[in-house]
């Protein structure tokens, strides 16, 4: 009777190859999840499969190597103002609303009428 298992993917390396493809993919979908990525930019994953032979050609060692291609972090855009303070080139960015109009520190109060 034959014991011996024939090499697959699931069996590769005692389940390694399938293993590293699993991570490789959760990397990716959490990739696709992030907003601050591209949702259009392409990702990959790269199982490579490197065989060596011995010189009889009956024995092979085979090397697993697993790669992602993710999508970068999306660039940033801002308007800055340049010019001289006290003889000095700076640059100031855009002011946002809530610096030109700040929350009160205290909340309204009713004010007592004449009466």
Request: proline content about 5%; glycine content about 8%.
């Amino acid at each position: 009777m034959n014991d011996q298992k024939v090499v697959t993917l699931e069996s590769l390396a005692d389940g390694a190859a399938a293993e590293l493809w699993q991570s490789a993919l959760a990397r990716v979908l959490e990739n696709i999840d992030d907003p601050n990525t591209d949702f259009k930019a392409k990702r990959a994953i790269r199982l490579e499969f490197e065989f060596v032979a011995n010189e009889d050609r009956n024995v092979g060692a085979v090397g697993v190597k697993c790669s992602t291609k993710l999508a970068g972090v999306k660039g940033v855009s801002t308007v800055v103002y340049i010019g001289r303070q006290e003889g000095e080139l700076v640059a100031v960015e855009q002011p946002r609303q809530e610096e030109l109009f700040p929350k009160p520190d205290a909340r309204p109060r009713a004010v007592p009428g004449k009466g």
